[in-house]
C-alpha cells in the first residue's frame, strides 16, 4: 500500500470521521457506477453503496492491507449488487456508453438514427452476457483495472479473468455479427 492509502486506512480503523468523507469522496462515484453496472437502477446503486459503506464501516477493523483498499471496498460493493440482484431477480441494464461524448461535428440525423439504435442493440446484448463476463469486461474496459486488481476483487485467479475477458469478447463479437449483420 502506498503512505496516503495507509495513513487513510490508520484513520479509517481510529474512527477518523474525515477519513469517512475522504474515502467517499475518492472511491464513492467508481462505486457507485459499478453497483448500478450490476443492478441497472440508480437508487438500488445508491442503496448498495449506502450498504457498502456500512460495511466498510463495520469491517475495517478486518482489513489487512493484502490488497488495496480499492480492491477491498469494490469487492464488498460488488458482494453487495449480487445479493441485491438476486433479490431482485430481472436483468439489468447497463449504459456503457452513458458517458461517452457526442461528436460535435455535424451529422445527419440519419446517421444519428443509426447510430442511436446500433447503440441500442448493443446495449440488450450486453445485457444478456451472464453477469461473471459483465463484470469482468466492466472492470476492464471502463475502470481501466489491470488483470491482477481484477483477480483481486473477483476473488479467482488471474487466468480466470482472462478467460472471462475473452469469452465475454467473444460472446459480444459473435452476437453484434448476428445483430448487426
Not at 72 to 78: E, F, G, K, L
Request: net charge positive; proline share 2%.
Amino acid at each position: 500500500m502506498e503512505d496516503l492509502e495507509e495513513d487513510l486506512v490508520r484513520r479509517l480503523k481510529a474512527g477518523d470521521v474525515e477519513a469517512y468523507h475522504q474515502l467517499v469522496e475518492c472511491y464513492g462515484e467508481k462505486l457507485l457506477r459499478l453497483g448500478y453496472i450490476i443492478i441497472g437502477d440508480y437508487q438500488l446503486a445508491e442503496d448498495i453503496l449506502q450498504e457498502s459503506y456500512i460495511n466498510i464501516y463495520r469491517n475495517i477493523h478486518r482489513f489487512s492491507g493484502k490488497s488495496t483498499l480499492l480492491t477491498w471496498v469494490t469487492r464488498i460493493t460488488i458482494n453487495n449488487a449480487k445479493q441485491a440482484l438476486k433479490k431482485k431477480r430481472r436483468k439489468t441494464w447497463i449504459p456503457f456508453y452513458d458517458g461517452i461524448k457526442e461528436n460535435s461535428e455535424p451529422h445527419s440525423i440519419t446517421y444519428e438514427i443509426i447510430k442511436k439504435e446500433e447503440i441500442e442493440k448493443l446495449r440488450e446484448i450486453l445485457i444478456d452476457l451472464p453477469l461473471k463476463y459483465r463484470e469482468a469486461l466492466y472492470l476492464y474496459y471502463y475502470e481501466e483495472m489491470k488483470i491482477k486488481e481484477i483477480a483481486a476483487i473477483l476473488d479467482i485467479g488471474e487466468s480466470g479473468v482472462k478467460s472471462r475477458l475473452q469469452r465475454g469478447r467473444n460472446m459480444l463479437q459473435e452476437r453484434l455479427r448476428k445483430e448487426l449483420g
